[in-house]
Nanobody, 127 residues
Framework: QVQVVESGGNLVQAGGSLRLSCLASGDTSSTYAMAWFRQAPGKDREFVAAIMWSDSTTYYGDPVRGRFTISGNNAKTAVTLQMNSLEPEDTAVYYC????????????????????WGQGTQVTVSS
């Protein structure tokens, strides 16, 4: 089992920046990738970004590409999401997740392909 805990959510003005952190514990050696998803009220859970532990390859969803950056440590225990140029449309609960699958197809979602989840952290961007 792997436990995942997010932190760093906050209220920020449009154009501002925020940094989310995710800590994983337990059997992290069994995971191949970690990712961030987000879910706004009334919408499906959406892929944001992911990092593959094997070679640190990163992937991004179209809405955030060029504005967000995901990074992680070699121990597979920490992932961060640096969010710049935030927009009101980025308002959502952000979730950190880990997967035991080495497949890139799995890494890119959908969300139910992931095995372990945190409780989420709220990000609100005011206009």
């Amino acid at each position: 089992q792997v436990q995942v805990v997010e932190s760093g959510g906050n209220l920020v003005q449009a154009g501002g920046s925020l940094r989310l952190s995710c800590l994983a514990s337990g059997d992290t050696s069994s995971t191949y990738a970690m990712a961030w998803f987000r879910q706004a009220p009334g919408k499906d859970r959406e892929f944001v970004a992911a990092i593959m532990w094997s070679d640190s390859t990163t992937y991004y969803g179209d809405p955030v590409r060029g504005r967000f950056t995901i990074s992680g440590n070699n121990a597979k225990t920490a992932v961060t999401l640096q969010m710049n140029s935030l927009e009101p449309e980025d308002t959502a609960v952000y979730y950190c997740a880990a997967t035991r699958s080495p497949s890139v197809g799995t890494v890119l979602g959908p969300w139910y392909e992931y095995d372990y989840w945190g409780q989420g952290t709220q990000v609100t961007v005011s206009s």
